[in-house]
């Protein structure tokens, strides 16, 4: 039955090839957070290997007529993928409503048809270094890696939402992440799910079952590691650290009608909350979160909110907070600079460190292509003027009381090779951000999977405070020790974990994934040459 359901996949033509295509697309993104069904990806990736085949009918192996079609059934692939996966980006488009509704399908429609030229490529890639039998599954995964690869660099990137990300759906198999990285764990994420597609088109049982079966030992392995690391690893507390993360709950529309002071107030009035379980609550906190970009005003210009801050921290208490900051631009008073920050602030109000955001958001926080979008009527969501500038460069936070600490502001977090270098010398990650603008979608918690795996990249405790959801702490494994829900104001209480030494992917970054990725193109070429 499998070898006749893919017998039809293979000689399907026309307009039900991109139909199946963007249909299996869809089912792909079902293995994506907050759904996490992992074996959708067995049952679309194996589809796409198929429609591929399906394009090698033609007049030559490289004509014109197999690459557009393999070129074609790769972007409805993708498109279904992207709108499956990004449907709730539309929700940032009603938060001002009357000046960003007429632009809702631009995101929910357009990014995704974008971003499908990636897969796009990929299947055509894949259609030029494609072969016969169990080899083909090499090339489908060189060819997808690298173009899922290239999605997280090209034009400032965007890796959400990558394959990869599949594996993070259990704590046991999201350690991989701790050797390979992202990048990695699409390499193996590819291999293993489109693999079941020679079950249905190897000419004898021993072809048919060879691959899968070293795929599935290929699992049981990521699986043994993953079990073995979280049994083997014992976390040791950092000593006299009490942080409290502090979750407000506010909507983008409630932020935009209250006053400066009646949000400051809100952020006083909840970290001044007992204690929600242990402790004696404000009186033992060391440290206080903050989320991303509170203020409607500039705190660091602000004497009397920080004068308000001074009375709220206990002695030795400290602050880390989002802001946004500004400073003159060449020494012209009349005109500034405005930067997305985090500051640190003592418990004498005094800001004594700040970092500020270096991996921008496009059409978020600036507007790429300026001119050409303004004439269209379009802006950045954060009515900044000119919008946010990007900071000099990633550094670690000077926080007493705390190792270094690396910071994530926002988007930042879900870029693993950008954080690699940086966090060498730092002991912990701290992630402001607003999910607010995404309401009660699947966005928030798309956002946190992929933070947590910064944790079990690089070996880090992280603490991660949104605005509206989901702050949480993630120890150095990647396992959510305390949360707040989505859509609920309150505070989390709890100490923190001391790093990990250093991981595989600490250490060498992406350099075992390229090694894997140069394996799968030297399969290809070899097939190619016999």
């Known amino acids: 039955m499998l070898q006749d359901w893919a017998q039809r996949v293979v000689l399907m033509s026309g307009r039900q090839r991109l139909v199946l295509a963007f249909l299996a697309g869809l089912v792909a993104a079902l293995s994506m957070p907050p759904v996490n069904l992992v074996v959708a990806l067995g049952l679309a990736l194996p589809v796409a290997v198929w429609l591929i085949d399906g394009s090698t009918a033609g007049p030559g192996r ?18 279904g993928y992207f709108l499956g996966g990004f449907w709730w980006l539309g929700a940032a488009f009603l938060v001002e409503d009357d000046q960003f509704a007429w632009a809702l399908p631009l995101g929910v429609i357009g990014l995704p048809a974008a971003l499908a030229l990636f897969h796009g490529l990929g299947f055509l890639l894949a259609r030029m270094l494609w072969s016969d039998g169990w080899r083909r599954i090499f090339a489908f995964t060189a060819a997808m ?25 259990t704590d046991v198999t999201a350690q991989v992440a701790s050797l390979v990285g992202l990048n990695g764990m699409t390499i193996l994420v590819i291999f293993i799910f489109s693999s079941p597609a020679v079950l249905a088109t190897g000419r004898s049982a021993a072809a048919r079952l060879a691959l899968p079966s070293v795929a599935l030992i290929l699992a049981a392995a990521i699986a043994g590691f993953g079990l073995w690391r979280l049994a083997d690893t014992r976390l040791e507390p950092l000593p006299d650290v009490r942080v409290r993360i502090m979750q407000p709950n506010l909507s983008q529309r409630e932020k935009h009608r209250m006053s400066g002071q009646e ?13 929600t379980s242990g402790g004696s609550g404000p009186a033992d906190i060391t440290h206080l979160l903050w989320p991303e ?12 909110a920080l004068a308000q801050i001074a009375n709220l921290l206990r002695p030795g208490t400290v602050l880390v907070t989002g802001a946004a900051r500004a400073e003159d631009a060449s020494g012209d008073a009349q005109r500034f600079r405005y930067f997305n920050a985090i500051h ?16 921008l958001v496009p059409f978020g926080e600036y507007l790429p292509f300026k001119q050409l979008f303004e004439m269209a009527g379009l802006r950045q969501f954060v009515a900044v003027p000119g919008g946010f500038e990007a900071g000099a460069r990633r550094k670690p936070l000077e926080i007493k009381g705390l190792p270094p600490a690396l910071p994530l502001i926002c988007y930042e977090a879900i870029f693993p090779g950008e954080i690699g270098a940086d966090a060498v010398q730092a002991g912990l990650l701290i992630n402001v951000t607003n999910d607010g ?44 020790t305390r949360s707040l829900p989505l859509g609920q104001a309150g505070v989390i209480d709890t100490a923190l974990a001391q790093p990990l030494p250093g991981t595989w992917f600490r250490r060498f970054g992406d350099y075992p994934a390229l090694i894997l990725l140069l394996l799968c193109f030297c399969v290809c070429v070899h097939a190619r040459i016999r």
């Open 437 to 480: 603008w995404f309401g009660r979608t699947f966005g928030p918690y798309q956002h946190l999977a992929q933070a947590r795996l910064r944790s079990i990249e690089q070996g880090l405790p992280q603490i991660r405070a949104a605005n509206t959801g989901i702050s949480a702490v993630i120890d150095p494994l990647g396992r959510i």
């Open 263 to 275: 949000v400051l107030s809100r952020y006083i009035a909840l970290s001044s909350r007992p204690a």
């Open 344 to 359: 640190v602030i003592g418990p004498d109000g005094v800001i004594t460190d700040s970092y500020d955001k270096v991996h």
């Open 145 to 169: 890696a690298s173009v899922e690869w290239l999605r997280g660099i090209i034009l400032t990137g965007f890796p959400w939402n990558s394959l990869g990300q599949t594996l993070g759906a």
């Open 62 to 79: 490289f004509s014109g007529p197999t690459l557009r079609s393999a070129f074609a059934v790769g972007w409805a692939f993708g498109f």
């Open 293 to 304: 970009s509170p203020f409607p005003f500039l705190l660091a210009r602000e004497p009397q």
